[in-house]
Every structure is written in structure tokens, then in C-alpha cells.
């Protein structure tokens, strides 16, 4: 009898069935990769060897890790390309050497019953002209509410800051992600808070009452006494907005991080990808719907976001009757005059800083929101700033964005601030008899028809 042959397994005798197990096998290591992998793609690697532990462990009544609001691009795609760390961090500490004067402003220096000075509107566009010298109103028109240990950390800063401002609870901390083995030693990372905020961390016990310097992961907090400023916390939160380099007169470059957002890209590869090899003053994402300034103002009067709809229409006459004109070709190399300022990275100078005084000038005169503001200032001003205003797709890699807070996480709630009146019920800025801005009106309805 010859000898027996063993019989294959019955898998292998059906090709489609052992195709399928293969295909099974196959997906359930890519799904369980996928699941493990920090950056939720495939074989996708870092550009250096980021901290992995997390900085800062919260407790599960802080509730700290919400989901973030959902995007359309892929976060396995980069849309900006990202130098080798090491180089980075060398290529910026060198460049300190270099560095001059990080402003040649002078800053209008006296006292008035607002901090910024209330100015009217031609003493406010006085100031765009600045081609000559002379003094600039940049704020400070009474004492910035912070502690003297706190103003002499922020001196102290100098080098990178990134600045993130909290006030009437309405967000929570989060940590930095993808960030560096050395970079903080080379950043700082200052969050400004209000009372009602603090109470929340310490509801917590994030904080402790026992010490003058509060630290929560990366994050130095700054308590600020907001009841000597703006009854608006989002007004108060615009002064370290527009004014870090006023707060950290030592720093080179800064980042603004609105609460609502998350970085999870290094500030040094951000700062140099963005900022250093664009070679601009500034860099801020484009919005991703708006192209036109009015556009925006007519989101911001049908969604209510700004409740005082004859103070908006004021604001963009003056506006109309000094020169403002709906984006166009002509303004290229700048793709809109709407930016999504959540994001803004900076570059500490004449240009840059002379940008961040007119604009919280504007902001104090008629309402918090930048956006409205953003194109006036930066097609007026002279000498005119650089600006790199990156695609959204940018926005959507490097930063992560959540809801704000709908309750205050502390013991007793949040209290809803002062309300603006609503003094005109029509909703529409763009209805009959547009004014002053008729011209701007038409001007925007041919450029939005092709014509």
C-alpha cells in the first residue's frame, strides 16, 4: 500500500474562503492598530520623538475630555509640511542672537475710566498712519489686575509664549498634545483666568489656595481681578489676545490658543512652519466660509452672536464711510478679509504689535468680535503688515476644537453676565437704505456673481 498523503486543512481547499479569512485577519489588525495608534492612522510617523505620557491627569468630575467638534479632512494627510524638530528648535534659539529692538512703538501713556482709552474715530484712525513714528494708543490706560509675582513670571518669558485666556468659566483647560522633549523648556505656556474660573479649578481640586503660583500640566495661570476691567468676560478676554506683547515684553514669537482649542502640534514647528519660513509677522487661518467682511457681520446680526444690531450696523458704516471695501483680486496675495482668529501666531514686532493696539482699539469702540475688524485695520494701517493666511485645512491639523461650556463646573454655577440690548429687531444689515455702505454692497454682490 503506498503511503498515505496528509489531507490539507479545509480552509486551504477553498480558495475563496481562505481569501476571506485573510481579509478577516487583515482588518481586525488594522482595526486594532487604528485603535491603539495615538494619531489614529496608518503607519503614519512623527516628525521626532514627542512626550507620550500625558501632562496633566484630571479627574472624572473636571470632564475634561469631550469630544471635539467632528472636521472634513483627513488627519493622516498633513496640509503643511513640518521641519525635523532638532533643527527647529536650534534654527529659533539661534535666531535670538540676531534679534533687535522687538518694537520701535511708543505707547500713549495715560490714565483713563476704561483700559484702552475709549478713543473717538478719528483719534482712533489717527493712529493707523504710523509711518512717521509717533505715540500709539495701545492700552494700559489703568493698571492690568494681576498679581506682582504673576507681572514678574511673564517678564521673565523670553522666548516663545503660548496664551490662552479663560473667563466666566466658559471653557476647560486642555494639555498641549505631540509636544517636544525640550520644549518647555523653551515655551511657556500662560493660561488668564478670572475668580469665577478659579473657584471652578478649585471646586476641583486642580488647584490648591496653599500656594502663589497655580500650574495645571503646562499651563501657568494667571488669576486676573476682572472686576476692575469690562463687565463682557469675552472683552476681557481679547486684552491678552491682542496684547501679549505688551504682557510678555521679552518674548520673541507667541501663539494665541482660544480655550475652545487644542494644540496638537509643537509650537516651535508650528511657529517656524507658519511664521519663521513664511517670513511674515503674522499667521492666522482664513474662515472657512466667509470671504467678505459684511458676510460675517450678517452671520453675526442672524445668529445673534452680537445682540446689539444697530451698534453692528454702526460699526460697519464707520467702517464704509473710511475707506473699507469687500474683498477682491486686488487685495491678493490675501485670500478673504475674514480670518478665523482663534489661532494667531505672532512674531514680535513693529509690524505685528502696531496691528494688535489698533485692533483692540477697534474691539473696545464697538464689540469683541475681531472678525469685524480685522480687514479695516489691516488695509489701513501703514507700514502695512505681512500676514500668512493659511488654508482651513491647516486650522483642522494642527488644533483640535470643542464646545465651549454650557454650565460652569463649579459649586455654584455659572452666572450669566449683563446682556446687550437688542435695540433694532431687524436682523438684516444688507436690507433697504443700506447707508454708507451701499457701495461696499454692490461692490460685494459683483465680485460674489464672477462680475
Known sequence: MGKAMPTPPLICQSKPLCFSCLYLLTSLFLALYLSLSSTKCIFRSSPFDPIQSPLFSYPSSYAQHKHSLPTLRSSCSSPVFFSEYWAVLKEIRESYRNWGSSSSLTYVREEADSFGGNFSTQKRISFFNHEGGGEVACGFMKPFPVSKYDQIAMEECNEVVVVSAIFGDHDKIRQPRGIGSKTLDVV???MFVDDLTLRGLLHHSLISEQFDEHKIGAWRLVNVSVDRLYSNPAMNGVIPKYFVHRLFPNAKYSIWVDAKLQLVVDPLLLIHSLVIKENVDMAISRHPFFTHTMEEAMATARWRKWLDIQALKTQMETYCENGLRPWSHNK????????????????????????SCLMFNELEAFNPRDQLA????RDKMNPKIIINMFEVEVFEQIALEYRHNTKSGGPNGTQPGPKTRRVHPDLSLSGA???KCEKYFLEMRGELHGN
Open 433 to 435: 437704505g443700506t447707508g
Open 188 to 190: 511657556c505656556f500662560f
Open 332 to 355: 491678493l496675495p490675501y485670500p478673504s478679509d475674514v480670518p478665523d482668529s482663534a489661532l494667531i501666531l505672532r512674531r514680535h514686532g513693529a509690524a505685528s504689535n502696531l496691528f
Open 374 to 377: 480685522f480687514a479695516f485695520v
